[in-house]
């Protein structure tokens, strides 16, 4: 038996082995600006960026980074995204506890993402309940 000849599928194997286990996700540069409806108390901003995958009752949305403002207004992010959208979350964290609870304000944008780059346009405003994810 030739020893070489099991050189050369183990090190194609290893090969495969070694890409299989690759993550497609790559850096995206997301800016915007988050604006308060009339009448929503300004105050901290807490940005949450989620990855967005699948679509209707297969929509999965995984939370990759999360940004403050001292206020509402402009900001940029870069975050590492596998998905062809970000969901962008702005909330007036209102008791600091890092997290959307029902009755604080906040608002998102679903935005496409073209050349690693996504522009988000975010109004806040007062909501009864919190999304779920």
């Given at each position: ?16 082995l070694s ?65 062809e959208n970000?969901?962008?979350r702005a ?43």
């Amino acid at each position: 038996m030739n020893h070489r000849s099991l050189l050369v599928p183990a090190a194609l194997l290893g090969l495969g082995l070694s890409m299989g286990g690759c993550s497609s996700s790559r850096e995206v540069e997301v800016t915007g600006n988050v604006t308060a409806a009339q009448g929503v108390t300004s105050g901290k901003v807490l940005l949450d960026f989620y990855d967005v995958q699948g679509s209707g009752s297969d929509l999965k949305l995984t939370s990759v980074s999360t940004a403050n403002l001292d206020t509402p207004g402009a900001f940029t992010q870069k975050v590492n995204l596998e998905g062809e959208n970000v969901v962008v979350r702005a909330i007036i964290d209102t008791n600091g506890d890092g997290q959307c609870n029902d009755g604080e304000a906040w608002g998102e944008q679903n935005v496409a993402i073209a050349d690693n780059k996504a522009d988000a346009s975010i109004e806040i405003k007062t909501q009864a309940t919190c999304p779920t994810q």
